[in-house]
Nanobody, 114 residues
Framework: QVQLVESGGGLVQPGGSLRLSCAAS????????MTWYRQAPGQERELVAY????????NYGDSVKGRFAISRDNRANTLYLQMNSLKPEDTAVYYC???????WGQGTQVTVSV
């Protein structure tokens, strides 16, 4: 059974940093590209970042370019999202996803506020 479990969210002040993790199980993690999405209240789910199976290719949404970094540890079956210079508009529930299995995690809340 494919399972994705996010962690690392929380409350942070503007300009701060957080590191999200996504523990994957039930599939060959190293064989698949992975993505991070986010959904703010009242808004559609938005693609934040993409990483290829080996980690050699990454892409980012325009709103997070230069501030967020996606990475992965294929030995630990874990996906990461390093978020720096956080802004209030980054407030959302963040999800990791495997597109091929159409699998989503339960999400982790990130709140950026003074």
């Amino acid at each position: 059974q494919v399972q994705l479990v996010e962690s690392g969210g929380g409350l942070v002040q503007p300009g701060g940093s957080l590191r999200l993790s996504c523990a994957a199980s039930g599939f060959s993690f190293s064989s698949y590209a992975m993505t991070w999405y986010r959904q703010a209240p009242g808004q559609e789910r938005e693609l934040v970042a993409y990483i290829s199976s080996a980690g050699s290719i990454t892409n980012y949404g325009d709103s997070v370019k230069g501030r967020f970094a996606i990475s992965r540890d294929n030995r630990a079956n874990t996906l990461y999202l390093q978020m720096n210079s956080l802004k209030p508009e980054d407030t959302a529930v963040y999800y990791c996803r495997n597109e091929i299995y159409d699998a989503w995690g339960q999400g982790t809340q990130v709140t950026v506020s003074v």
